[in-house]
T-cell receptor
Framework: GENVEQHPSTLSVQEGDSAVIKCTYS??????FPWYKQELGKRPQLIID?????GEKKDQRIAVTLNKTAKHFSLHITETQPEDSAVYFC?????????FGTGTRLTIIP | DSGVTQTPKHLITATGQRVTLRCSPRSGDLSVYWYQQSLDQGLQFLIQ???????AKGNILERFSAQQFPDLHSELNLSSLELGDSALYFC?????????????FGSGTQLSVL
């Protein structure tokens, strides 16, 4: 089955700086890659996603890049703000199954 | 509010017992997914249903079972509970039509096995 690895497991950045979270996947047949944000005690919420026919997607301060050859994708958050503090999960989908990474706890230092 | 409803929000029970978790998907969504999240852990995929039929299975224990009813709500049954089953159980739904794959999560059921 699909295996998704996510790094780093924890990340602290100064407010205003950029944060990058990286994921790799094992199955080249995976074709959809969403990112979820989970604030403390809350449900995971989709923040951005990308399909395998696209190399990059941007939504305001958030961007995702995909390298199909290397089988890795990354989340980029620019101009970080305190409300960006949360756990972020990447995921890869093959057929009907969505496999999540282990999560990155992002802390924004004021 | 995601539109996905999970009940109960909290459940406290003893080892060896059996519990049922309930999920109502967003209006119009045909797919329901169940995930388990242990303390400081990721989201472990358990099982997926689409329009009443099992579509994909993950690391679901034999003591666990699920079903999706004609009105599209789903139930996750956990039996012979062990301490290690204590976790946050999320239900998610998606339209799953064409390229519409986005998952919307419920608030979860926090299960504590004592």
């Amino acid at each position: 089955g699909e295996n998704v690895e996510q790094h780093p497991s924890t990340l602290s950045v100064q407010e205003g700086d950029s944060a990058v979270i990286k994921c790799t996947y094992s199955d080249s047949a995976s074709n959809y890659f969403p990112w979820y944000k989970q604030e403390l005690g809350k449900r995971p919420q989709l923040i951005i996603d990308i399909r395998s026919n696209v190399g990059e997607k941007k939504d305001q301060r958030i961007a995702v890049t995909l390298n199909k050859t290397a089988k890795h994708f990354s989340l980029h958050i620019t101009e970080t703000q305190p409300e960006d503090s949360a756990v972020y999960f990447c995921a890869a989908r093959k057929d009907e199954k969505l496999t999540f990474g282990t999560g990155t706890r992002l802390t924004i230092i004021p | 509010d995601s539109g996905v409803t999970q009940t109960p929000k909290h459940l406290i029970t003893a080892t060896g017992q059996r519990v049922t978790l309930r999920c109502s998907p967003r209006s119009g969504d045909l797919s329901v997914y169940w995930y388990q999240q242990s303390l400081d852990q990721g989201l472990q995929f358990l099982i997926q249903y689409y329009n009443g039929e099992e579509r994909a299975k993950g690391n679901i224990l034999e003591r666990f079972s699920a079903q999706q009813f004609p009105d599209l709500h789903s139930e996750l049954n956990l039996s012979s509970l062990e301490l290690g089953d204590s976790a946050l159980y999320f239900c998610a739904s998606s339209a799953n039509r064409g390229t519409n794959e986005k998952l919307f999560f419920g608030s979860g059921t926090q299960l504590s096995v004592l």
